[in-house]
């Protein structure tokens, strides 16, 4: 048998380091777990984590970073709070039973706080397989 991945990091660009770490520390609350000058990786839950790497011109394309709550109402009031520009409200979308927000980080990038409604999510491992 394969050995799992351990952890997943997605990283992306940014044109401004500085704007992106204030975004994700102050407004989201991500903790810092890795500063290696030009990126800058983020923990957004146990084992999966964000990572921002300083490139000119970087410009998000296509790209939306989903992160999953089971309270997507709190996590919208606390961003309204610390001042982020939400673009869509907390709402059911009957076509992926989900509800959910969104609003965009100082890149660009379309920002998704979600809840699954379905109660299949997440689903369960295979037998005899570590997930």
């Not at 991945?5 to 975004?23: G, I, P, R, S």
């Not at 609350?29 to 839950?45: E, M, N, W």
């Amino acid at each position: 048998m394969q050995t799992p991945f351990e952890q997943c990091v997605t990283f992306l660009y940014t044109a401004d380091l500085a704007a992106t770490a204030h975004f994700y520390t102050e407004l989201v609350g991500l903790p810092l777990v890795l500063d290696q000058g030009s990126c800058r990786i983020y923990r957004v839950s146990a084992d999966g984590f964000l990572g921002f790497c300083e490139r000119a011109g970087a410009a998000p394309s296509g790209v939306i970073v989903t992160l999953v709550t089971q309270d997507v109402d709190s996590w919208h009031a606390r961003l309204c709070a610390r001042g982020a520009s939400i673009e869509q409200a907390p709402a059911f979308n009957p076509t992926y039973n989900i509800y959910h927000c969104f609003l965009r980080d100082p890149n660009g990038y379309l920002l998704e706080i979600q809840r699954f409604c379905d109660p299949a999510w997440p689903s369960p491992a295979p037998a005899g397989q570590d997930v």
